[in-house]
């Protein structure tokens, strides 16, 4: 345990951030709201292909407004991903309505457009179609939206984009985050630009994301005094926050060029050894590796991921098991779930590896060299 840490996706502070942050402090803009939520809304929205945006306190507090934008009321159905961080599902059962989780694809690792095709025509024959789909852009891989969009309206179903994973991502030269009715980033420490702690809405529709600022501020009406006619909530992003959000977002671009060589290394690197896969990248689009993520073929390599991950943790080196499915979490064991087995087999086979833009090369070669002792057992 001599050797320094590496971290799976630690934050990464190298440009002008403290500067900014100084600015804010000068100005004493330290509080919600400013002129860098300002400007960061302003950029954020150019950077996702021209939206609205609102800045918020977390990307789940913006899944959370999504939901009561579209009108997501108790005991309403919403289709949502089932590999995925478990935020999109917990914001559904924040405005009281039931998640149906809906399987991915092995070409994509995000939701299969077909199993979501037939659950779609299935549920309008039954008379019980869902309120709304949330799709989730996993790993900084897009999901398949001009298929899962087309399908949605068919019935009238509005679409969610859970792009938390994928800021930086392009699908059909369209960037993440504005892709379906309404998106949603996270700034949280471990994604590819942070604000510490901090998330955003985005829509083409001012109107959603006028409203989504007004319920974020407590809902509190233009008055002298303090009127609220309806709940609201404190999810406003501090103009502290986003004075380090400015920063990290003008250095996007070579920070997914970095995950993405990273990813490069580590697929050369295994390349020789059978039974060894990575997560695919869709032909209509381009991932950012927020996180690189391979599987092992157990019929092939004879350890698993946890032993692989136990072995490297012991040379102080950070990785994680591939998000477990949300029908396999305790507190979604009631959820319907439409399966074939795809995301809990990626969950059982899979490990992410360190994959942070501020991974220095010989770091890297420290994690290559590690792994390789561990797939082929050699500890």
Same mark, same amino acid.
């Given at each position: ?52 945006? !609102?800045? *918020? /306190? %977390? ?6 407004? &999504?939901?009561? #934008?579209?009108?997501?009321? =108790? ?124 998330? !955003?809405? *985005? /829509? %083409? ?6 409203? &989504?600022?007004? #319920?974020?501020?407590?809902? =509190? ?144 070669? =420290? ?13």
């Amino acid at each position: 345990m001599g050797n320094s840490r590496i971290y799976l996706s630690p934050p990464h502070v190298a440009g002008n951030e403290e500067a900014y942050v100084l600015d804010a402090i000068r100005s004493n803009w330290v509080a919600p709201l400013g002129p860098h939520v300002d400007g960061f809304e302003l950029e954020l929205g150019a950077r996702a292909g021209g939206v609205q945006v !609102a800045a *918020l /306190s %977390s990307g789940t507090a913006a899944l959370h407004l &999504a939901l009561i #934008l579209i009108g997501v009321q =108790r005991g309403d159905r919403v289709f949502v991903s089932d590999l995925t961080f478990s935020a999109p599902v917990n914001a559904i059962r924040y405005v009281g309505a039931e998640p149906v989780l809906i399987d991915c694809d092995s070409d994509t690792w995000n939701v299969d457009p077909s199993l979501l095709e037939e659950e779609l025509a299935r549920s309008a024959r039954a008379g019980n179609l869902p309120r709304a789909f949330v799709g989730v852009d996993l790993y900084g891989q897009c999901a398949d939206w001009d298929r899962i969009r087309k399908a949605c309206a068919e019935y009238g179903v509005p679409c969610i984009e859970d792009a938390a994973e994928a800021l930086g991502a392009t699908y059909r030269d369209r960037a993440a985050g504005g892709l379906a009715d309404i998106g949603v980033f996270s700034f949280n420490g471990n994604k590819i630009i942070t604000t510490s702690g901090g998330g !955003a809405l *985005l /829509s %083409s529709q001012a109107s959603w994301v006028a409203r &989504a600022r007004y #319920l974020a501020t407590q809902a =509190r009406e233009p008055a002298p005094h303090y009127e609220h006619v309806e709940v609201g909530y404190n999810y406003r992003m501090s103009n502290l926050l986003a004075a380090v959000g400015r920063a990290q977002l003008e250095s996007l671009d070579a920070r997914v060029a970095r995950r993405r060589a990273i990813f490069a290394y580590y697929s050369a690197l295994l390349s020789g050894f059978e039974g060894v896969s990575f997560m695919p990248e869709a032909s209509y689009g381009r991932c950012t590796r927020w996180l690189s993520c391979l599987t092992l073929d157990p019929r092939v390599i004879k350890v698993s991921p946890e032993q692989v991950r136990v072995a490297l943790e012991a040379q102080n080196i950070e990785t994680r098991p591939v998000w477990k499915p949300m029908h396999l979490q305790p507190v979604f064991r009631d959820a319907e779930v439409i399966e074939r087995g795809v995301a809990a087999r990626l969950f059982a086979t899979g490990l992410c590896l360190p994959s942070g833009s501020s991974l220095e090369d010989s770091d890297l070669e =420290r994690v290559g060299e590690a792994l390789k002792r561990a797939i082929s057992g050699d500890r």
